[in-house]
């Protein structure tokens, strides 16, 4: 029984274990201080090093620095610049977490979703936003809280018309100043 309290005592560093030793062990205190470095080595100016050579001034004289290649640029063609998409909210109010696959399903579909979790138990409706959170990271979207417990998801490229807000509003769930 001594042995285990000890073992526990050591754990919580109240006591030495047995084996710990002060110090740096044998043999530290009896070495030599460290010797400095000897003095660098001195050029004499006679000996024919430190010589300047003036490169050339002329651009075209220089050496490329490439290996004699030049870079010539390839052409591509612009990219088209996606059009923003204005579309119908689909309202989701989970009760479960099983809800949560029609939530990512729309969003995959590029679909903006108000999920709702005012009438939800507060553990499944923390599990289902943290869920919603990564869906949207998934797609590149956007997670914004537009009333108590209300959130907005759009996927990128998707944009909320004011009517579309408006109507929101309407049901209760989307206030204009938060």
């Known amino acids: 029984m001594a042995g285990g309290m000890r073992r526990i005592m050591e754990h919580l560093g109240l006591v030495d274990p047995p084996e710990y030793e002060e110090g740096y062990g044998y043999g530290y205190e009896t070495q030599a201080p460290p010797q400095p470095a000897p003095p660098p080595a001195r050029v004499r100016p006679d000996d024919g090093m430190g010589t300047i050579r003036p490169l050339p001034r002329d651009p075209a004289g220089a050496e490329p620095l490439g290996g004699g290649t030049s870079v010539t640029p390839i052409p591509r063609p612009a990219r088209q610049v996606q059009q923003v998409k204005e579309q119908r909210v689909h309202v989701v109010r989970p009760q479960e977490f099983s809800a949560g696959q029609e939530i990512g399903d729309r969003i995959k579909q590029g679909a903006p979703v108000v999920v709702s979790v005012v009438e939800t138990d507060p553990i499944v409706g923390r599990r ?8 949207v990271y998934m797609v590149d979207g956007r997670m914004q809280r537009v009333a108590k417990s209300v959130f907005l998801l759009t996927p990128a490229n998707v944009e ?19």
């Open 128 to 135: 289902i936003i943290d869920f919603c959170s990564a869906c």
């Open 160 to 178: 909320i018309s004011d009517s579309e807000k408006r109507r929101l509003q309407d049901q209760g769930l989307y206030k204009l100043e938060i």
